[in-house]
Nanobody, 124 residues
Framework: QVQLVESGGGTVQAGGSLRLSCTAS????????VGWFRQAPGKERKFVAA????????SYTESVRGRFTVSRDNAKNTHYLQMDSPKPEDTAVYYC?????????????????WGQGTQVTVSS
């Protein structure tokens, strides 16, 4: 059974930093794109960041570019989202995703596996 488990969520002050981790079990994802999405209360789940299978291509939604960094460690079957200088509008449930085997990896439909989500709250 494939599982993605997020960790590292919590409450952080605006301007601080937080790192989310997503560790997969049951399947290796070194040959797929992996990413992060988020869902604020009453809103749809939206793309945040993703990294290609090789790690050579990273994509970000415009609002987090320059503040968040996505990375991966295939040996640990884990990918990360480093959140620097978070803002209150970054408050949401963050979901990790894996299993994007096509050339695109910025849409919900690109992914086959999802974590259960971790709450990130940014206080002002």
């Amino acid at each position: 059974q494939v599982q993605l488990v997020e960790s590292g969520g919590g409450t952080v002050q605006a301007g601080g930093s937080l790192r989310l981790s997503c560790t997969a079990s049951g399947r290796a994802f070194g040959n797929s794109g992996v990413g992060w999405f988020r869902q604020a209360p009453g809103k749809e789940r939206k793309f945040v960041a993703a990294i290609s299978r090789s790690g050579g291509t990273r994509s970000y939604t415009e609002s987090v570019r320059g503040r968040f960094t996505v990375s991966r460690d295939n040996a640990k079957n884990t990918h990360y989202l480093q959140m620097d200088s978070p803002k209150p509008e970054d408050t949401a449930v963050y979901y990790c995703a894996a299993g994007a085997y096509s050339d695109t990896f910025t849409s919900i439909q690109d992914y086959n596996y999802w974590g259960q989500g971790t709450q990130v709250t940014v206080s002002s």
